[in-house]
T-cell receptor, first 115, second 111 residues
Framework: DAGITQSPRHKVTETGTPVTLRCHQTENHRYMYWYRQDPGHGLRLIHYSYGVKDTDKGEVSDGYSVSRSKTEDFLLTLESATSSQTSVYFC??????????????FGEGSRLTVL | QKEVEQNSGPLSVPEGAIASLNCTYS??????FFWYRQYSGKSPELIMFIYSNGDKEDGRFTAQLNKASQYVSLLIRDSQPSDSATYLC???????????FGTGTRLTIIP
């Protein structure tokens, strides 16, 4: 299994508070992604990174920011959480040598509830 | 129009039968196609991928791609109860590091 961990795994917070989710990998993969998964919408890309300090937006990036200061860590920040950001967040990595970029390895997910 | 479409199901298939999961996509520039399986409460995991028109087989799984019809499917032969899961279709352009996922089809194998 790919060495990828997410923290926290569960979080309940209140509207307007900042939240940071962390994704840590031990695989030295180049690409890291943050997705959210909601019923009826499937997996939607929030932001991704193609290298240290190199990030780009996905299809649902409003209200989210990311940072990648080290190869192994990719942080997702909700500056001011809203109830619409209640979701399950998945981190994924790819870029294993010899593999296709689309071969993603997912973390276990972080369930965020915004009250 | 959603870029990647799947029937949400649920799709119920008797044990031992063939399960057929379908996916259509809108971007004709799409080059790479992936099938992920997600058990309830778990994270997605890659089953297989396909790039070329035709069939690709891996054990009990066969992926089929028809770029002219913008259609990709996954066949599961000799379905087992352990195949009960949601199957996600994902698409990307060649060299593009971003995948677009469908909403998934929930498959239930009936013993």
């Amino acid at each position: 299994d790919a060495g990828i961990t997410q923290s926290p795994r569960h979080k309940v917070t209140e509207t307007g508070t900042p939240v940071t989710l962390r994704c840590h990998q031990t695989e030295n993969h180049r690409y890291m992604y943050w997705y959210r998964q909601d019923p009826g919408h499937g997996l939607r890309l929030i932001h991704y990174s193609y290298g240290v300090k190199d990030t780009d937006k996905g299809e649902v990036s409003d209200g989210y920011s990311v940072s990648r200061s080290k190869t192994e860590d990719f942080l997702l920040t909700l500056e001011s959480a809203t109830s619409s950001q209640t979701s399950v967040y998945f981190c994924a990595i790819s870029g294993k040598v010899g593999a296709e970029v689309g071969e993603l390895f997912f973390g276990e997910g972080s369930r965020l509830t915004v009250l | 129009q959603k870029e990647v479409e799947q029937n949400s199901g649920p799709l119920s298939v008797p044990e031992g039968a063939i399960a057929s999961l379908n996916c259509t996509y809108s971007d004709r520039g799409s080059q790479s196609f992936f099938w992920y399986r997600q058990y309830s409460g778990k994270s997605p995991e890659l089953i297989m991928f396909i790039y070329s028109n035709g069939d690709k087989e891996d054990g009990r799984f066969t992926a089929q791609l028809n770029k002219a019809s913008q259609y990709v499917s996954l066949l599961i032969r000799d379905s087992q109860p352990s195949d009960s899961a949601t199957y996600l279709c994902a698409v990307s352009n060649f060299g593009n590091e971003k995948l677009t996922f469908g909403t998934g089809t929930r498959l239930t194998i009936i013993p």
